[in-house]
């Protein structure tokens, strides 16, 4: 009797414990951990159909499971600078549980695991952009004239037109993209933002935050960013409007330069046939009380 209440109670805290599953994603990373002796598994959809197993027993015992993603190089430095053994299994658990505090992760919810992992990447994209714009604006240092922190200065120009574009781009739910160039290869964020009953705009302050860094990057570098701006409002038709970035100002693209870019494949140059049901319109200039030229160092 006594045994039964141990085995119930602890089957109770089991509900009350949250965890993180570190999964590799990529076939190349599967590949790579496969060199250790004690990582036994040799096929990776058979390994992504188990955790996926997992996080479906997991879920039914009531428990919240959080996944990760696990970098194989990534891991290879840990274990090195921790003086661990990375052929180990509790050298990944340890490195998984440092991915929990400080990594990206999304829930685990029930959803198929075909339909989360593209979240998950897409949440590591982000994080790492906003790491290395982060990066960026902390390496640019003091103005050689007048003494004023670049980056810091940059973030908040691009805080100013951030709001200026939210207050003047009228009703409806906004999805902003903006793209920086930048090496190796163009920085890009994404800010979604809607209207609650009284016309104020609802942020994610996460993506707020990315997205005005990236922001900030193309100010600070003087960089030929570009801006575009999708509105959804109920009975008409999603309106397109879009910016290049002059400066500290962003100068407004014509009804047909808005349809030129949104209609033109980013990568391959190739044409892309125009939605039916959007309208590509011109748009108000932002920030004209910056300077044209933007911070000069």
Not at 77 to 88: K, T, V
Not at 98 to 110: H, I, R
Request: glycine share 8%.
């Amino acid at each position: 009797m006594a045994r039964t209440q141990h085995t119930t109670m602890r089957r109770a805290l089991r509900r009350e414990v949250a965890g993180t599953i570190g999964l590799l994603a990529d076939e190349d990373d599967f590949a790579a951990m496969r060199r250790y002796r004690t990582f036994t598994f040799d096929d990776h959809k058979t390994y992504l159909r188990q955790a996926e197993g997992l996080l479906r027993s997991l879920a039914s015992d009531g428990g919240h499971t959080t996944i990760a993603l696990f970098d194989p190089e990534e891991y290879e430095e840990y274990c090195a600078e921790a003086g661990l053994d990375p052929d180990a299994p509790a050298s990944r658990t340890r490195f998984t549980a440092e991915l929990a505090a400080t990594g990206p992760t999304v829930p685990y919810d029930g959803q198929p695991l075909s339909d989360l992992l593209p979240d998950l990447v897409d949440e590591a994209v982000r994080r790492a952009t906003w790491e290395y714009a982060t990066m960026l604006l902390a390496r640019l240092g003091a103005c050689a004239v007048c003494g004023e922190d670049i980056g810091r200065a940059a973030f908040s120009r691009a805080a100013d037109l951030v709001v200026q574009l939210l207050d003047t781009s009228g009703p409806g739910t906004r999805h902003l993209v903006c793209s920086v160039p930048a090496a190796p290869e163009t920085l890009l964020a994404a800010l979604h933002a809607a209207q609650d009953n009284e016309g104020h705009a609802e942020l994610d302050e996460t993506e707020a935050l990315e997205f005005t860094t990236v922001l900030a990057v193309g100010i600070a570098t003087h960089s030929a960013a570009g801006l575009v701006m999708r509105t959804t409002e109920d009975s008409r038709p999603d309106r397109v409007q879009g910016w290049r970035l002059h400066g500290e100002r962003l100068l407004p693209l014509t009804a047909a330069e808005v349809f030129d870019a949104y209609c033109t494949d980013a990568v391959s140059g190739d044409l892309v046939a125009p939605e039916s049901g959007v309208d590509y319109c011109a748009a108000p200039a932002i920030g004209d009380d910056g300077p044209a030229g933007g911070h000069r160092h």
